[in-house]
């Protein structure tokens, strides 16, 4: 029996339906702030994304700095129900079992937030990607409030889109898993549509990529 689609796109007929995990963290949320943040209970915050691409992630944790430990995730979002529940699960991954060691959360990626949700529609995917940065620039935010210089975690290519931070190897990442024309890495990314001006470097490398990996284009 075909599962009954959550959302269906009444311009194209398109449609998708969002697993039980996703239902639960959307309708409720874990750890979510709700009142206004006071920055003095909050040892680090990351901020990623722009309202001009529909998704802003902003956290706030906290750090046993004996452990090396985050002890406490508080989060808010402006996105859709997949970027809420994305960082909902996020969240718990993070603070489950006492709290998770910084070198671990580094290691978080979308994939790892989407595996836990039980996946999410092809379409969404893009919403997973913001939470695992906006972590990282809390984490990076707390290694310089403690002066911790030499573990900031510096992305290892140039940054294509200082909004949403994409990189040089998430462009690659995406062509390497199919997005190889440029409606393709922004359905994954969210790349340039709120920053077009990048939009003529990400098809420059689009096409790298793809003849790197793929073979030449095709005449």
């Not at 959550?6 to 979510?32: C, L």
């Not at 452990?67 to 406490?72: F, H, L």
Request: aromatic share 8%; proline share 5%.
């Amino acid at each position: 029996m075909k599962k009954k689609p959550d959302v269906v796109n009444k311009f194209t007929g398109d449609s998708w339906a969002y697993s039980k995990s996703v239902r639960d963290h959307f309708f409720k949320p874990k750890n979510i702030l709700w009142e206004k943040p006071v920055d003095a209970i909050f040892d680090a915050e990351g901020v990623v994304g722009s309202p001009a691409c529909g998704d802003v992630m902003r956290i706030w944790i906290n750090v046993n700095p004996k452990k090396d430990t985050i002890t406490d995730f508080k989060w808010r979002t402006f996105g859709c129900a997949s970027a809420i529940a994305s960082t909902s699960m996020l969240s718990v991954m993070v603070t489950e079992r006492g709290g998770m060691k910084i070198d671990k959360a580094l290691q978080i990626r979308p994939q790892d937030i989407m595996k836990r949700l039980g996946g999410l529609p092809d379409r969404k995917i893009h919403c997973s990607v913001l939470g695992d940065k906006a972590l990282r620039a809390a984490i990076n935010d707390w290694f310089k409030k403690t002066k911790q210089f030499s573990r900031i975690v510096v992305d290892g290519r140039q940054i294509i889109d200082p909004n949403t931070k994409t990189t040089e190897a998430d462009i690659e990442e995406a062509v390497l898993e199919g997005a190889t024309t440029l409606e393709a890495v922004q359905k994954r990314t969210k790349v340039g549509i709120g920053f077009p001006e990048c939009l003529p470097k990400v098809e420059e490398l689009i096409r790298f990529y793809r003849e790197k990996y793929f073979g030449p284009d095709l005449i």
